[in-house]
C-alpha cells in the first residue's frame, strides 16, 4: 500500500485501518480521486470535510494539518 510519508491524511487513514475506497464513501465524497487528492496534498479538504476525517480516523485537526 503506498503512503504519503508527508501527509497525515493518509497516515490517519491507514492508522484507522480503513481502506480508501471505505473512507470516501465514510466521508461522503463524490469520489475516490478526492480522498486520493487529499492524501496527497494536492487538493486541500474543506473544513466540513475535516471534520468528518477527524471523526473516522479518530485524530484531532491540529494532526491532520501537520506535516512530517
Known sequence: M???PHN???QAR???QIAQNTAWHKLGLTSL???MMYESG???AS???MRRMVA???VSVEYLK???
Request: glycine share 0%; charged share 40%; proline share 0%.
Open 14 to 16: 491507514l492508522d484507522a
Open 2 to 4: 503506498r503512503q504519503f
Open 8 to 10: 497525515r491524511i493518509a
Open 33 to 35: 480521486d478526492h480522498l
Open 42 to 44: 494536492s487538493l486541500t
Open 47 to 49: 473544513e466540513e470535510t
Open 56 to 58: 473516522l480516523y479518530n
Open 66 to 68: 501537520e506535516e512530517d
